[in-house]
């Protein structure tokens, strides 16, 4: 039981480019989040689904895009990556509100 | 705006004494708290959490305080150890979220128990 995983761990990006943060979890939670921890201002919520085939957005969802295709999987989207965009990105899923599982992270340098 | 505060970036005790953590939310439609712990390179996990028809939960060492009045919650740690060194985060949840199980966290609060 892996609990919640994201692929990849780090990752350097030029101004620009685009890639695509994978979170999975095999506790068959309906809810899936996607947060980003920047110095100081904690935990912001990116986007989340609150199951198969729907996403919504959060807090700060200005140039991410996500999808979640599959239960057990959610994915986050950076189309053209801005320096603004470097930070640590954890992904969660839940069941209840009670507490959400966390992943270990994706630091994410763009230059 | 910041729905919740956590006002103390770091916090310094000493090994066996008490660690206490304080949180302040404006939300009132918020009806349950969490505290999560976090070691560096590692994700948040789970420690405590407070629904708001109560004003105390215990597990272990970890104590919950809530003031509904005051919307301000404690996180009491008795005794602290080094272990349990770490980022606390404040969180929050609302029963009028139609968006699920939907958490707003503070800014966290460093502490350090020194041997």
């Known amino acids: 039981n892996a609990g919640v995983t994201q692929t990849p761990k780090f990752r350097v990006l030029k101004t620009g480019q685009s890639m695509t943060l994978l979170c999975a979890q095999d506790m068959n939670h309906e809810y899936m989040y996607w947060y980003r921890q920047d110095p100081g201002m904690g935990l912001r919520l990116i986007h989340y689904?609150?199951?198969?085939?729907?996403?919504a957005k959060g807090e700060v969802p200005d140039g991410y895009n996500v999808s979640r295709l599959k239960k057990q999987n959610f994915l986050l989207g950076l189309e053209s990556a801005a320096p603004s965009q470097t930070s640590v990105y954890f992904c969660?899923?839940?069941?209840?509100?009670?507490?959400?599982?966390f992943g270990p992270g994706t630091r994410l340098t763009v230059l | 705006d910041q729905q919740v505060k956590q006002n103390s970036p770091s916090l310094s005790v000493q090994e066996g004494r008490i660690s206490i953590l304080n949180c302040d939310y404006t939300?009132?439609?918020?009806?349950?708290f969490l505290w999560y712990k976090k070691y560096p390179a590692e994700g948040p996990t789970f420690l405590i959490s407070?629904?708001?028809?109560?004003d105390k939960n215990e597990d272990g060492r970890f104590t919950v305080f809530l003031n509904k009045s005051a919307k301000h919650l404690s996180l009491h740690i008795v005794p602290s150890q080094p272990g349990d060194s770490a980022v606390y985060f404040c969180?929050?949840?609302?029963?009028?979220?139609?968006?699920?199980?939907?958490?707003?966290f503070g800014e966290g609060t460093q502490l350090t128990v020194n041997p």
């Open positions: 969180a929050a949840s609302g029963e009028g979220e139609t968006s699920g199980s939907r958490l707003t």
């Open positions: 939300n009132s439609m918020f009806d349950y």
């Open positions: 407070i629904s708001s028809i109560k």
């Open positions: 689904s609150v199951g198969e085939g729907t996403t």
């Open positions: 969660a899923s839940s069941r209840t509100r009670r507490s959400q599982y």
